[in-house]
């Protein structure tokens, strides 16, 4: 089957760093995702991975292993409004299409 | 550039009626989603076209849920009839034509159903 488990949630204060790990098994594998998603809003799309390492972004970074079918988020300086919750999705190989397999998500609660 | 648009963005029905959602993506995106985000969890896929054909309907409850892009633009998603666990955000999403980028999905705001 497909699984993906991240935190439910985390807890920050503003500007430290947070790390917000996904860890994946699926039928093969063809990217890695990470959504953020306010409430009551559409996911918007943060980062890709697709190959090992790490892709920088701004304040935020994300990693991938794709031997230990892994991968973490990290946001720095953190601000009010990186309250929300982070999505992390793969994209199976398994599959007809291209759709993402998503996790339950991890809301993250920023305070002063 | 427009983003992909919704509507209606509420939606309160009784069960076992009817309801249809509309979608209308992002323009030259030939790849169209709909995904069914229940409260507390992450989306997950319904239905993908590809312009105006299904790529995958694999999870697609079909007995009650039905959807069509018969100009591969815009799209409707019904149910009928509606039950109690459907009540849940039905996202869409458009993605431009091959991989590139890793096929970015950019999601609609979504129609939030409730079905009491």
């Known amino acids: 089957g497909q699984n993906i488990d991240q935190p439910t949630e985390m807890t920050a204060t503003e500007g430290a760093i947070v790390q917000i790990n996904c860890t994946y098994q699926t039928s093969g594998f063809n990217g890695l995702f990470w959504y953020q998603q306010h409430a009551g809003e559409a996911p918007t799309f943060l980062s890709y991975?697709?190959?090992?390492g790490l892709e920088e972004k701004g304040r935020f970074s994300s990693f991938l292993s794709r031997s230990k079918g892994y991968s973490y988020l990290l946001l720095k300086e953190l601000q009010m409004k990186d309250s929300a919750s982070y999505l992390c999705?793969?994209?199976?190989?398994?599959?007809?299409?291209?759709?993402?397999?998503f996790g339950k998500g991890t809301t993250l609660s920023v305070s002063s | 550039e427009a983003g992909v648009a919704q509507s209606p963005r509420y939606k309160i029905i009784e069960k076992r009626q009817s309801v249809a959602f509309w979608c209308n993506p992002i323009?030259?995106?030939?790849?169209l989603y709909w995904y069914q985000q229940i409260l507390g969890q992450g989306p997950k896929l319904l239905i993908q076209f590809q312009n105006n054909g299904v790529v995958d309907d694999s999870q697609l409850p079909k007995d009650r849920f039905s959807a069509e892009r018969l100009k591969g633009v815009d799209s409707t998603l019904k149910i009928q009839p509606a039950k109690l666990e459907d009540s849940a955000v039905y996202l869409c999403?458009?993605?431009?034509?091959?991989?590139?980028?890793?096929?970015?999905?950019?999601f609609g705001p979504g129609t939030r159903l409730t079905v009491t």
């Open positions: 323009s030259g995106h030939a790849t």
């Open positions: 991975n697709v190959l090992d």
């Open positions: 999705a793969v994209r199976p190989t398994n599959q007809a299409g291209t759709a993402l397999i």
């Open positions: 999403a458009s993605s431009p034509p091959g991989l590139a980028g890793g096929g970015e999905q950019y």
